[in-house]
């Protein structure tokens, strides 16, 4: 079974400082990985993923992650966080021939003027 | 063009009441899903049906029944609500096909207040 972890519930960042949030994977086979974001009151809204191919994904909004399969790890990055970056985020992730999208337990990141 | 839609948005109502939330997509997909968001944020799957077949039932009180009339819309039928229901549920959508990796799609989620 796939699972996922997201530590640190709550990361605050300066604006126009770094957006590091981590995300570390257990799965038996190759995985399919996502990061979704979900805006106050919204539904969840994929930011990018990665499926096969080139290990460094960019997303929208300035986002990028990149897989490190020695490391299972998925870590999401923009370099200059902005006020309206301030939302919860979601590591999810999958496999080949299964429907389940395993999530973490997200972060809220809150962005300081 | 909504892809996936929910109605309705807020719901709220008395425990021990009955009541629907629906969701239709119109992506072409033929794997729809509900899931429920605790106070916390945690997203737990609930259901999948596939072409109209349950495929992920997962561990949920029998008063959840979910209905899938046709590939396009996928409704959550709960019965005698409980204080604990309280939640926002979220329906998605995706293909099963494995060219595209099993990336859902969420609907703007209906947040249930059981008084």
């Known amino acids: 079974a796939q699972s996922v972890t997201q530590l640190g519930s709550h990361v605050s960042v300066s604006e126009g400082a770094l957006v590091l949030l981590r995300c570390n994977y257990s799965?038996?086979?190759?995985?399919?990985l996502f990061w979704y974001v979900q805006y106050p009151n919204q539904g969840l809204q994929l930011l990018l993923k990665?499926?096969?191919?080139?290990?460094l994904v960019k997303g929208i909004n300035g986002f990028e992650a990149e897989f490190k399969k020695s490391e299972t790890s998925f870590h999401l990055t923009k370099p200059s966080a902005h006020m309206s970056d301030a939302a919860e985020y979601f590591c999810?992730?999958?496999?080949?021939?299964?429907?389940?999208?395993?999530f973490g337990k997200g972060n809220q990141v809150v962005v300081i003027p | 063009d909504t892809a996936v839609s929910q109605t309705p948005k807020y719901l709220v109502t008395q425990m021990g009441n009955d009541k629907s939330i629906k969701c239709e997509q119109n992506?072409?997909?033929?794997?729809m899903y509900w899931y429920k968001q605790d106070s916390k944020k945690f997203l737990k799957i609930m259901f999948s049906?596939?072409?109209?077949?349950?495929?992920i039932n997962e561990t949920v009180p029998n008063r959840f029944s979910p209905k899938s009339p046709d590939k396009a819309h996928l409704n959550l039928h709960i019965n005698s609500l409980e204080l604990g229901d309280s939640a926002v549920y979220f329906c998605?959508?995706?293909?099963?096909?494995?060219?595209?990796?099993?990336?859902?799609?969420f609907g703007p989620g209906t947040r249930l207040t059981v008084l």
């Open positions: 799965s038996s086979v190759p995985p399919y």
């Open positions: 999810a992730v999958s496999r080949y021939g299964n429907n389940r999208l395993a």
């Open positions: 998605a959508s995706s293909h099963q096909d494995r060219l595209y990796y099993n990336e859902q799609f």
């Open positions: 049906y596939n072409n109209k077949e349950l495929i």
């Open positions: 990665y499926t096969t191919g080139a290990t």
């Open positions: 992506l072409g997909h033929d794997t």
